[in-house]
């Protein structure tokens, strides 16, 4: 993908009296240092914008300086939110099992616990086995 290619028709920013060149560099710094979204989120948002640009999709601005520039940036930015809310949900989910789960296996062990107490223990239930295997009675097949 040709980023520049694609940033050329944008790269007017600032305002008219005080013109500034926008390039991938400035608006990851403005992302970055203003913002303070994460590098890793800011690489996935410029990729799926330029992506979409790339695909033939223009930004069509207001018609005043440096406005198509502007929207770029804030598409850029807005898909900077939306992959922060999926970070963030994925975050809670894996949270939310980690701790859940763990409960769970707590209330399992408990029951577990609970069910074998109910049952007489474990010493009563092997002495029960050993009951049951000398009391059984043994057929011979051979005869």
């Known amino acids: 993908m040709d980023f520049d290619r694609l940033l050329k028709p ?3 920013g600032g ?3 005080k013109r500034v060149k926008r390039t991938i560099g400035t608006i990851v710094d403005y992302l970055l240092n203003k913002k303070q979204y994460p590098l890793e989120i800011i690489g996935g948002a410029i990729f799926l914008v330029f992506n979409w640009l790339n695909a033939g999709n223009k930004f069509k601005g207001d018609g005043t300086y440096g406005s198509r520039g502007r ?3 804030t ?3 807005m898909k900077c939110d939306d992959l922060l809310q999926s970070r963030l949900e994925a975050e809670t989910y894996k949270a939310f099992i980690e ?3 763990e409960d769970v296996f707590k209330l ?6 609970e ?3 109910d049952l007489g223990g474990i010493e ?3 002495r029960r086995f050993v009951n049951w295997w000398a009391g059984r009675k043994v057929y011979d097949v051979a005869t």
């Open 10 to 12: 944008y790269h007017d």
């Open 15 to 17: 305002t008219k009296e």
């Open 71 to 73: 929207e770029l940036v």
């Open 75 to 77: 598409a850029i930015r």
């Open 99 to 101: 701790f859940y789960a």
């Open 108 to 113: 399992v062990d408990k029951k577990l616990d």
């Open 115 to 117: 069910r074998i107490l």
């Open 124 to 126: 009563l239930q092997r």
